[in-house]
């Protein structure tokens, strides 16, 4: 079982309680840092509150005043811009909240959208499978998270892993307007707001592959190399130097640029991979 450490444990059992009282919660669960072993003095609650009606955003914010107290600045309620959304930061321990809202019926089709239809993205397809994977429930009601999270405990689907490499394989730089053409595009151009939209895009489907033939969920944008080297078994040579190279090349004067080299060399290691997987027919 994961051991979540103090005081992060006791706040979120009590945050979670609070919200239990409410009739439309259904359970409330913990994810994030303090679940997958990576904790840092960085380390917020990230809670998730499974909801079948919407919760007033003047009860959110009740609650918010309850824990943060009442003119506390770091308090915001009902945040729109990555779905519904609350923060604020925990009076008595110091420790910041960030409440994401979820409908059951939603997170469920999301775990039938990768388990059930094998449906894959552009980047991070099975993100929400590994944070219902990941959390633990700190209240459920009539054990539905349970169930949920049961399910989500499976074997990853050899179709899925064939989706998620057909969709994002051919992107990196084998059709027309990959990625690789359009970060050509914005050198030439030297246009670097474009060029670094386009290596995160890239980067997005590079890791989607990676995590996909490990047959292991993507665990999403935050501290994906560390993750990467801490669960899968397989990857390509050199990964995490030439991620950072790359990283950095985006930044280079124009005429020092080597981003297409680096460029070159990640998704050549990454071909190297997939002819493995491929012959392994693993």
Not at 186 to 207: E, G, K, M
Request: include cysteine; charged fraction near 20%; glycine fraction near 4%.
């Amino acid at each position: 079982m994961t051991t979540i450490p103090e005081p992060h444990r006791t706040r979120a059992q009590a945050i979670a309680d609070r919200f239990g009282d409410l009739p439309q919660v259904v359970a409330v669960t913990l994810a994030g840092s303090l679940v997958s072993g990576l904790t840092d003095d960085h380390s917020d609650l990230d809670m998730y509150v499974y909801h079948r009606d919407p919760i007033p955003a003047d009860t959110r914010r009740a609650m918010a005043h309850e824990f943060a107290g009442e003119n506390d600045p770091s308090i915001e309620i009902d945040k729109p811009f990555w779905g519904p959304e609350d923060a604020w930061t925990d009076r008595a321990s110091g420790l910041g909240v960030d409440l994401i809202y979820w409908s059951p019926d939603w997170i469920t089709d999301q775990v039938d959208r990768v388990l059930v239809r094998h449906e894959a993205w552009l980047g991070y397809t099975t993100s929400f499978w590994y944070t219902v994977q990941q959390s633990v429930a700190l209240v459920d009601r009539e054990d539905w998270f349970a169930g949920l999270q049961a399910r989500a405990h499976q074997p990853y689907p050899d179709a899925l892993r064939d989706a998620i490499v057909r969709l994002n394989y051919p992107v990196l730089r084998q059709i027309g307007s990959s990625y690789y053409h359009q970060i050509e595009l914005a050198i030439q151009r030297r246009d670097r707001v474009s060029l670094n939209h386009r290596i995160t895009a890239l980067l997005a489907s590079y890791f989607d592959i990676v995590f996909a033939v490990n047959h292991v969920p993507n665990p999403g944008e935050k501290r994906v190399l560390r993750q990467a080297e801490r669960v899968c078994t397989t990857l390509p040579e050199h990964m995490a130097q030439d991620v950072d190279a790359l990283l950095i090349s985006s930044g280079a004067p124009w005429a020092e640029s080597s981003t297409l080299a680096i460029l070159d060399h990640l998704l050549k290691n990454l071909d190297t991979l997939l002819d493995i997987q491929t012959t392994s027919h693993i």
